[in-house]
């Protein structure tokens, strides 16, 4: 089948893309937290999941939009299994658990590190020494933060870990849709990527948890965010940069990503981030900085130029 998404034209918006993304992406994760006040993890991913395929079915059938031929189907439904399912499911266990919203989003920001190591392993060249420097520092970074906020034993620990691995899983939907560029219309795929994480978390949420949902006004103000700002224009604002080869634009502020989530959780739920914990974020963005543009200094490509 014809790559469909060739033909069209780049958005004229898509240079404020990147910034637009982080902040919004930034945001979910204090916001998640206040969710979990009143629900339970798979209960969100559900409400999450149907609400968003509830509005893009009808965005579909108001603007009669041609759903996806079955190999692009499958695309959609490996994209949405690590994207969606595995790396939302897992944001949401870990602050459940008592991962702090600015570990997880720490956690996030360390996705160029891991892609341009993905892309040093596929290639089957060892990584660079600015590569492993940088996801040293990052890493390192982590472990002063879980340790400044007191989150290094019990379950608050196993959900920073939870954090570490949805952004793998992140970082390996991404690789997959960016190498596969699902053709056809770009909503008809986000909707059959939300119908099937429904159907996969709807089961779920209702065998392991049972229906746990206070229909309180902070809940449905948060997940109308967490649908709208989140789920729906987070993610278009995603998939669209990587259909047009402008992926590395938002890694290049991804940096950014542990403080503007520990600014908006403090903001949102009153999660302080300790004086003692800056450092660690800082030493986590400077391994980032060191991995997206330390190849110049070396002549090596960097994190920017292989995603």
């Keep these: 089948m014809q790559n469909n998404s ?6 004229s918006w898509l240079p404020f893309a990147p910034w637009a993304f982080v902040l ?17 993890p798979l209960n969100l991913l559900a409400l999450r999941f149907i609400f968003t395929a509830l509005i893009l079915g009808v965005a579909v059938m108001l603007m009669r939009i041609r759903l996806p031929g079955w190999q692009i189907i499958k695309i959609n439904i490996i994209v949405a299994t690590f994207i969606h399912v595995l790396h939302f499911g897992m944001v949401y266990g870990g602050l459940a658990l008592g991962a702090s919203a600015g570990v997880i989003a720490l956690f996030a920001a360390s996705q160029p590190i891991l892609v341009e190591l993905a892309a040093s ?24 933060v879980i340790v400044a906020r007191d989150e290094f034993e019990g379950q608050a620990l196993l959900g920073a870990l939870m954090g570490f691995g949805a952004v793998v899983g992140l970082s390996i939907g991404t690789a997959y849709e960016r190498r596969h560029k699902p053709g ?42 967490l649908v709208i700002g989140n789920a729906i224009t987070g993610v278009f604002l995603l998939l669209t ?32 981030m300790p004086p003692a914990a800056w450092p660690g ?14 190849g110049r200094l070396t002549g090596q490509r960097s994190a920017k130029s292989s995603i």
Excluded: C
């Design 121 to 144: 392993l596929f290639r089957r060249k060892p990584p660079h020494l600015v590569l492993m420097l940088g996801l040293v520092m990052g890493m390192v970074g982590a472990v002063w």
């Design 184 to 225: 056809g219309h770009p909503l008809g795929n986000y909707l059959v990527q939300y119908l099937y994480a429904a159907a996969v978390s709807v089961p779920l949420a209702l065998l392991v948890e049972g229906v746990q949902i206070d229909p309180d006004p902070n809940l449905i103000m948060a997940v109308s965010y």
């Design 281 to 294: 974020i800082m030493l986590a963005a400077a391994g980032v900085l060191l991995v997206l543009y330390g």
């Design 241 to 272: 940069m990587v259909r047009h080869g402008a992926l590395s634009k938002v890694t290049s502020v991804m940096f950014l990503v542990p403080g503007l989530g520990a600014l908006i959780a403090w903001l949102v739920v009153g999660e302080a």
């Design 6 to 11: 060739q033909q069209q034209p780049a958005p």
């Design 24 to 40: 919004l992406w930034s945001a979910g994760y204090g916001v998640a937290k206040l969710s979990l006040e009143y629900t339970t």
